[in-house]
């Protein structure tokens, strides 16, 4: 085939560009969900049950992740400026504070039965 009728290539020579901090820490954010789907997935496929009031508790790195990514986002390009950036920091990991017991106790609900099942059996 004549040189002259080959597709044009792209630039050879331009090398690796690794990913932005901000895409970095926004890719963390989806490894941290994906394990948690997994667990979840797992634990229907032992136990034949889905585990329900858990809205609360994945709000919660999604929370620590956006305050992340704002401070990554004004080190790594100075937007949307310090005061602002840590501001909503400060508040995204407070939310997370305060919903965390809130999850927590979702959580713990699934397993109500299973523990009145123990204490009954055991005392």
Do not use: H
């Amino acid at each position: 085939m004549p040189e002259d009728k080959r597709a044009p290539r792209p630039e050879e020579g331009r090398g690796y560009t690794p990913a932005s901090p901000v895409k970095r820490t926004l890719a963390w954010i989806g490894v941290v969900y994906m394990v948690i789907l997994l667990a979840l997935t797992t634990y229907f496929y032992f136990t034949g049950t889905g585990l329900g009031n858990l809205g609360p508790l994945l709000t919660v790195p999604g929370l620590v992740g956006l305050g992340i990514v704002s401070l990554v986002s004004w080190r790594s390009t100075g937007k949307p400026g310090k005061g602002p950036a840590i501001a909503l920091a400060a508040l995204c990991w407070l939310l997370a504070l305060v919903t965390l017991p809130i999850g927590i106790i979702g959580l713990l609900s699934n397993f109500s039965q299973f523990y009145t099942v123990v204490i009954t059996w055991g005392g």
